[in-house]
């Protein structure tokens, strides 16, 4: 299908008059999305918890009703993840290490950031620097292509600094994700 981007606005816009259904859906998706955004001046919490409903209600029908399709989504997902969990591709380490500057300048800047949360975001994000800058320093110093996986693979000293950094990155998520329930039940509650 080698359609241009109007090309493809065009066969969207066939389809959404091509049938009452298409018609209906496009009715109820305005409908809620102006509900929630005249909520937004609002505030009403019960106008709130019904849109919350009726997003994980379509997500549980999906479930239900596309139990095949749920379950080979999820497994390519799990493939897609073990795959570059033991082939890991230079590309996603590039933009990991994009996020962890990311992460690192919002660290810096952040007020609201308690100081141990801090001292922890710099460990790690200095780690991950230390061994992306020795990623690039070993490609460099081997003279290995970077968009050439096959090569980086059989160099067991990269591939491993790679390796060792999307578990620290995946440690240093479940600690942030863990920390901030935390701190919401311990707001919650105290």
Same mark, same amino acid.
């Given at each position: ?33 102006? !509900? ?19 997003? !994980?209600? /379509? ?14 989504? %999820? ?11 033991? /082939?890991?591709?230079? !590309? ?16 810096? /800047? ?20 230390? %061994?992306?800058?020795? /990623? ?17 693979? #059989? ?19 479940? %600690? ?9 039940? #311990?707001?919650?509650?105290?």
């Amino acid at each position: 299908m080698n359609l241009s981007l109007v090309g493809r606005l065009r066969v969207i816009f066939k389809y959404i008059s091509s049938s009452y259904l298409s018609i209906e859906t496009l009715l109820l998706s305005l409908l809620l999305f102006l !509900i929630l955004v005249v909520n937004l001046k609002r505030d009403n919490k019960m106008v709130q918890m019904i849109g919350i409903g009726i997003y !994980i209600g /379509f997500v549980i029908g999906i479930l239900i009703s596309y139990g095949s399709y749920v379950k080979t989504c %999820f497994d390519s997902f799990v493939k897609a993840i073990m795959n570059y969990i033991y /082939f890991p591709s230079t !590309i996603v380490y590039f933009f990991i290490i994009i996020f962890v500057t990311t992460m690192i300048l919002w660290t810096l /800047f952040s007020k609201r950031l308690p100081k141990f949360k801090k001292l922890v975001n710099y460990l790690f994000f200095s780690i991950l620097y230390y %061994f992306f800058m020795s /990623f690039i320093s070993l490609a460099a110093y081997d003279g290995v292509d970077l968009v050439n996986t096959e090569i980086l693979y #059989q160099n067991d000293t990269i591939l491993s600094l790679v390796q060792i950094s999307n578990f620290l990155l995946l440690i240093w998520l479940i %600690f942030t994700g863990f920390y901030w329930l935390y701190k919401y039940f #311990q707001k919650r509650y105290d």
